[in-house]
C-alpha cells in the first residue's frame, strides 16, 4: 500500500479540515496544545517542521509567531495551496517549503529541529513505527514531537454507536480510493510504546473531537457551537475522554544530557 497523497481530492480534504465543525475543534484543541507546548521550550524563535502539513494554516499560526517553519507534504497542489496561505498571511519569507515523504524529509533537513508537528499523517502510511523514529532523529535534544493520530477505539465506538456492528473493529477496510476515512488506525497503546521504544518522554495526551462525533444528530453540532466546543475543551485532557476521542494528541519531548523536565 502506497502512502496516500491528496492531490486529487484537495478541495475536499481543505472543505473537511477547515470548513466543518469537526475541524474547527480540531484546530482549537490542537492549538491549546501547542500553544502550552512552545511554553516549555526555549523562548526564542524556533526551528519548527510541519511535517505533511497541508495547507499550512497551524505552520502559518506558528510563523506568525515569529517561528521559522518548514512544511512538507507529498502533495505538490498542497504545497501551493500552503504556499498560497503563507503569502496572503505576510509570513512567506519565514517559511520554506518541500515536497516529500515523511520518510525522505530527513535528506532535505540541514540541521535538527527544536518541534515537529505530525498531525493526521500516521494513520495514512504503512511504516508508522519507522516514520516515527526518522522524525525522532532530526529533532534536537530537549525537543520536542506534536504527534495526532486517528484512533481506534474511536472508531469502534462510532460504528458502534451508529449500529453498524459489522464494521465496530479497528481493522475496517477502507475501500474507496477517494474517501477521506484513514486507512490505517491506531491503538493508541500501541502508539504510545512505540514512543517509549524510541525513548521519547510522553508530556500529554488529548482527545480531539470526544463528544462531537457522538452526537445523535448532525444539526446539534451547529446548534450552539461555543458550548459544544467549551466541552471538548474541558474535558479532552481527562480519562475516559482521552481515549474516545476520534484523534488523540500526544507530546513527547525528546531527552537531553540533563533533563529540564
Same mark, same amino acid.
Not at 523514529?133 to 529533532?139: N, S, V, Y
Given at each position: 500500500?502506497?502512502?496516500r497523497?491528496f492531490d486529487?481530492?484537495?478541495d &475536499?480534504f481543505?472543505?473537511n479540515?477547515y470548513?466543518?465543525?469537526?475541524g &474547527?475543534?480540531?484546530?482549537?484543541?490542537?492549538?491549546q496544545?501547542?500553544?502550552e507546548?512552545?511554553n516549555?521550550?526555549?523562548q526564542?524563535?524556533?526551528?519548527i517542521?510541519d511535517?505533511?502539513?497541508?495547507?499550512?494554516?497551524?505552520a502559518?499560526?506558528?510563523? +506568525?509567531?515569529g517561528?521559522?517553519?518548514?512544511?512538507?507534504?507529498?502533495?505538490?497542489?498542497?504545497?501551493?495551496r500552503?504556499?498560497?496561505?503563507?503569502k496572503e498571511?505576510?509570513? !512567506?519569507?519565514?517559511?520554506?517549503?518541500?515536497?516529500s515523504?515523511v520518510?525522505?524529509?530527513?535528506?532535505?533537513?540541514?540541521?535538527?529541529?527544536?518541534?515537529? !508537528?505530525?498531525?493526521a499523517?500516521?494513520e495514512w502510511i504503512t511504516d508508522?513505527?519507522e516514520?516515527?523514529?526518522?522524525?525522532?532523529?532530526?529533532?534536537t535534544?530537549?525537543?520536542?514531537?506534536?504527534?495526532?493520530f486517528?484512533?481506534?477505539?474511536?472508531?469502534?465506538?462510532?460504528?458502534?454507536?451508529?449500529?453498524?456492528?459489522?464494521?465496530a473493529?479497528?481493522n475496517?477496510?477502507r475501500?474507496r480510493k477517494?474517501?477521506l476515512s484513514?486507512?490505517?488506525?491506531?491503538?493508541? +497503546?500501541?502508539?504510545?510504546?512505540?514512543?517509549? +521504544?524510541?525513548?521519547?518522554?510522553?508530556?500529554?495526551k488529548?482527545?480531539?473531537r470526544?463528544?462531537?462525533d457522538?452526537l445523535?444528530?448532525?444539526?446539534?453540532q451547529?446548534?450552539?457551537f461555543?458550548?459544544?466546543l467549551? !466541552?471538548?475543551?474541558?474535558y479532552?485532557?481527562q480519562?475516559?475522554?482521552?481515549s474516545?476521542g476520534?484523534?488523540?494528541?500526544?507530546m513527547a519531548? &525528546?531527552?537531553?544530557l &540533563?533533563?529540564?523536565?
Open positions: 500500500m502506497r502512502d497523497n486529487d481530492i484537495a &475536499k481543505s472543505r479540515i470548513g466543518t465543525t469537526k &474547527k475543534i480540531r484546530q482549537a484543541v490542537v492549538w496544545d501547542i500553544n507546548l512552545l516549555h521550550l526555549p526564542r524563535p524556533l526551528r517542521l511535517a505533511g502539513g497541508g495547507e499550512g494554516n497551524m502559518c499560526q506558528l510563523a +506568525e509567531l517561528h521559522q517553519v518548514i512544511l512538507c507534504d507529498l502533495s505538490q497542489e498542497m504545497i501551493q500552503a504556499k498560497h496561505n503563507a498571511r505576510g509570513v !512567506l519569507d519565514q517559511m520554506q517549503f518541500i515536497q515523504s520518510q525522505e524529509i530527513h535528506q532535505h533537513i540541514e540541521q535538527p529541529v527544536d518541534l515537529i !508537528l505530525f498531525h499523517v500516521l508508522q513505527k516514520a516515527i523514529a526518522t522524525l525522532g532523529d532530526i529533532i535534544p530537549g525537543g520536542a514531537l506534536s504527534l495526532m486517528y484512533n481506534a477505539n474511536g472508531l469502534v465506538m462510532r460504528n458502534a454507536i451508529l449500529g453498524n456492528f459489522h464494521l473493529t479497528p475496517v477496510q475501500r477517494r474517501s484513514p486507512q490505517n488506525p491506531l491503538i493508541p +497503546e500501541q502508539v504510545y510504546q512505540w514512543l517509549t +521504544e524510541l525513548e521519547m518522554e510522553i508530556t500529554g488529548t482527545g480531539v470526544v463528544f462531537h457522538y445523535q444528530s448532525r444539526q446539534l451547529n446548534a450552539d461555543p458550548a459544544l467549551e !466541552l471538548e475543551q474541558r479532552c485532557r480519562e475516559p475522554y482521552i474516545l476520534r484523534y488523540i494528541h500526544v519531548r &525528546k531527552p537531553t &540533563k533533563s529540564e523536565l
